[in-house]
Nanobody, 122 residues
Framework: VQLQASGGGLVQAGSSLRLSCAAS????????VGWFRQAPGKEREFVAT????????YYADSVKGRFTISRDNAKNTVYLQMNSLKPEDTAVYFC????????????????WGQGTLVTVSS
């Protein structure tokens, strides 16, 4: 499966953004999908994940209550709605997919899209 992340940009603190991860090449509902982010000089970190049917989700504590992950398998797309953005959310955001159940560790994902940059100014 090929993944394409989009929707990043420059916003002020307190604003919202919605990232999209579009998939192609295979049956999208066969994959759990996760969002990760990597800030300059830092390791890639888990943000959120959603199960194959969209029922189960899991979030990093740092984004819980502010970010929402969802998916539309008919459109082969996973979304990350980001509200109340903070400067510390600034990072390159990546989406990733795996054929097994949801996971929170980057090495557990087999397929990665290119990143989309989110910059939150204070």
């Amino acid at each position: 499966v090929q993944l394409q992340a989009s929707g990043g940009g420059l916003v002020q603190a307190g604003s919202s953004l919605r990232l999209s991860c579009a998939a192609s090449g295979r049956t999208f509902s066969d994959y759990s999908v996760g969002w990760f982010r990597q800030a300059p000089g830092k390791e890639r970190e888990f943000v959120a994940t959603v199960s194959k049917n969209g029922v189960n989700t899991y979030y990093a504590d740092s984004v819980k209550g502010r970010f929402t992950i969802s998916r539309d398998n008919a459109k082969n797309t996973v979304y990350l709605q980001m509200n109340s953005l903070k400067p510390e959310d600034t990072a390159v955001y990546f989406c990733a997919a795996r054929t097994l159940a949801i996971a929170t560790m980057a090495p557990e994902y087999d397929y990665w899209g290119q990143g989309t940059l989110v910059t939150v100014s204070s």
